[in-house]
């Protein structure tokens, strides 16, 4: 079975701090993707990833940075966080235009 | 035009009744389209892919898929009150791989 995993299900974060969230995924995947989930918006793509090293933005990426310096893995970073990014994030992977497995989400409070 | 659309419920069907999801997608180059499962508070977990036209079924779920229309549906025949969860439609659109989400529709199964 694939696993994506994140790195934490709940996070509590002051305002201005920088937050990681990690995700890793066990399936050899090329592409993986980054999302929020917000209630009435959806899910909403930040970034998503193709290859080591490589990014493109999403819909959303103001605010956010990525890093995927290896295959199985692909961060997201608040680089000053606000309290407009309380939200659900969503670490998903998948090979080539086949469906997308999700980790187990994380639920961000910034204060 | 939202790339993904999907009506936002809630829908309420009666237990053992056929419920009936729809989707309609902008982009017309899109090759994979996916249905996702989600639990309040959970994870998207993929119930059904299909790539092209026509229906697919997997016990209860039936895909159907009509590229002309653009157009992707989910029937969920003998509901139960385990059905009742958030469905989310994806488009896997091809040409840069990213993947789309609609909003969702609320399914209640009425018991």
Redesign the interface.
Known sequence: DVKVTQSSRYLVKRTGEKVFLECVQDMDHE?M?W?RQDP????R?IY?S?DVKMK?K?DIPEGYSVSREKKERFSLILESASTNQTSMY?C?S?T??????????TRLTVV | QKEVEQNSGPLSVPEGAIASLNCTYSDRGSQSFFWYRQYSGKSPELIMSIYSNGDKEDGRFTAQLNKASQYVSLLIRDSQPSDSATYLCAVNRGRDDKIIFGKGTRLHILP
Not at chain 1, 97 to 105: D, L, P, S
């Open positions: 592409n993707f999302y009435g918006l959806g899910l793509l998503f193709y493109e999403g969503l998903a998948e080539a235009n086949t469906e997308a497995f999700f980790g187990q989400g």
